[in-house]
Nanobody, 122 residues
Framework: AEQVVESGGGSVQAGGSLRLTCTAS????????MGWFRQAAGKEREGVAR???????IVEDSVKGRFIVSRENARNTLTLQMNSLKPEATTMYLC????????????????WGQGTQVTVSS
């Protein structure tokens, strides 16, 4: 089974930055995609940013211009550079490792990390 581990979360003041890192180990899939989700209390998981099969980076509209997602394929490492953080970014961030496909966001298969907490104070 694939091992997915996140790190880099913490507490910062509004306007600060954090760099989240996700490392996946194993070779369950030959073609896979990785991305970041967030899950706030009382809400379901939603996509934040991901790397498409063609290598392009996708981020949701609410964080465009502030968050940058990148992937280091040699180490199966996904990073999320979070700049100009706002209090609403406070939540748990989870990394997903799943087979690439058109329904990647909602695909039930794949592997998930335990999550890393981000707290932004005003």
């Amino acid at each position: 089974a694939e091992q997915v581990v996140e790190s880099g979360g913490g507490s910062v003041q509004a306007g600060g930055s954090l760099r989240l890192t996700c490392t996946a180990s194993g070779s369950t899939y030959t073609a896979y995609c990785m991305g970041w989700f967030r899950q706030a209390a009382g809400k379901e998981r939603e996509g934040v940013a991901r790397i498409e099969a063609d290598g392009s980076a996708i981020v949701e509209d609410s964080v465009k211009g502030r968050f940058i997602v990148s992937r280091e394929n040699a180490r199966n490492t996904l990073t999320l550079q979070m700049n100009s953080l706002k209090p609403e970014a406070t939540t748990m961030y989870l990394c997903a490792y799943k087979p690439c496909g058109g329904t990647w966001l909602s695909a039930p298969n794949g592997f998930w990390g335990q999550g890393t907490q981000v707290t932004v104070s005003s």
